[in-house]
């Protein structure tokens, strides 16, 4: 199974065309947050639109530039990852959308307790090969958690959470310069880096194997 794992849209719908056959030939797209540039449920509407017409297997959580409507907007057409659990195929995924607290006030920011009762609800799911966390903020003190400024500004909670289940992959965004790959112990977490300029294609067989674009 072939996964491309997109994030930090922010409203943008010129694909160039190498990205379009990225799109097309995934067996899943799954967006990290920030679909929208604080836009709501007509906005999200359009920037998926503009994937669906190329490949209409999407999941996805909001991020802290979303509004409260976005969230809206992909439950009702169930492409909400935010707060749930997907087995697809042999991998299983929990989303958790949003940032934590943020010195701009955007729409959709959590106090690490909230995200520690959002962690909460997650269970391994004993039928699934791969285990698979997509979270719009990234785990703190790695390299995709530090800002242009030198600043680690990611989610304690979320990295206590990955030490301790150990997710095959997690999937995150928000930081836009955080662009690339670490390590939590045997945990492999991607920032692919903004949308439609970077991707990354994560490849499920025997192996994980991942490229970024």
Sequence with gaps: MDLLAITDIHGRKNLPEAIKTQISNADLIVIAGDIT??????DARDIIHTLTTINDHI???PGNCDRITVNKYLIDNDLSLHMATRVIQNIALYGIG????TP???PQEYSEEDITMTLQAWEKQEAAKWHVLVTHSPPAHTKLDRTIMGLHVG????RSFIETFEPDLVICGHI?????I???NTT???NPGTFPQHAALISFNDSMDFSLY
């Design 59 to 61: 999941v996805a959580v």
């Design 188 to 190: 492999l977490c991607i």
């Design 37 to 42: 540039n604080f836009g709501g449920y007509n």
């Design 155 to 158: 989610s304690k909670v979320i």
């Design 182 to 184: 670490d390590y939590i």
């Design 176 to 180: 836009h310069e955080g662009r690339g």
């Design 98 to 101: 949003g940032s934590g607290k």
């Design 104 to 106: 701009f006030h955007t």
